[in-house]
């Protein structure tokens, strides 16, 4: 299992459990071409950085808070073969605030999409903006492709846990199911 997606999975696992107050949570990771797989409870009294592999893991930062340049991921529904991402990396800002980037993502397999004008929709706390796609082709049917659809740089209070939100039309059928508009959320912790 490539060790860089299994940091970043493992990252998105205790930024939720954070923000969801858990003590402990499981950990399932598949890996994307199903060939291996790893299994373990992880520990949530802090936030890791990636350092765990499939095992326990701990760490000295309060509960509910990240340290600076943490990254995490939120999925749309995780048993569609087409899913709305959305990725986020909070690093310390000046004054009293955070700097949150966020990028929004389509994992697919092959795909034929026409231009979206101002149908996708990004939300962080009470700003929104809108955004528009170019017209996507991916004919690669034996993996899963990841394509930026738009990605956002915010301030944030520090201190302080952030909702966020994206939504984007696709409004058609994918492997034999109708689609409308794929949602992702999730609570970004305090760092």
């Known amino acids: 299992m490539n060790m860089k997606y299994l940091q970043k999975a493992v990252a998105s696992v205790l930024a939720v459990a954070l923000a969801a107050g858990l003590a402990s949570c499981s950990v399932i990771l598949i890996d994307p071409k199903d060939t291996q797989t790893a299994a373990g409870t992880v520990a949530v009294s802090g936030y890791a950085g990636g350092e765990a592999a499939g095992g326990g893991t701990s760490a000295s930062a309060a509960p509910d808070s990240l340290p600076d340049g943490a990254e995490g991921r939120f999925s749309s529904d ?114």
């Open 78 to 191: 995780s048993s569609a073969r087409l899913r709305l991402l959305l990725d986020y990396t909070r690093t310390a800002g000046t004054d009293g605030t955070d700097s949150l980037k966020l990028t929004v993502l389509l994992s697919s397999y092959s795909l034929e999409v026409s231009e979206r004008q101002n149908l996708g929709r990004l939300t962080c706390g009470q700003e929104s903006v809108t955004f528009s796609t170019d017209r996507m082709t991916i004919t690669d049917n034996t993996r899963v492709t990841e394509t930026v659809l738009f990605s956002h740089t915010v301030k944030v209070p520090s201190g302080e846990a952030v909702g966020v939100s994206a939504s984007w039309l696709f409004n058609g059928v994918y492997a034999g199911v109708e689609l409308g508009e794929l949602t992702v959320s999730g609570t970004v912790p305090a760092r």
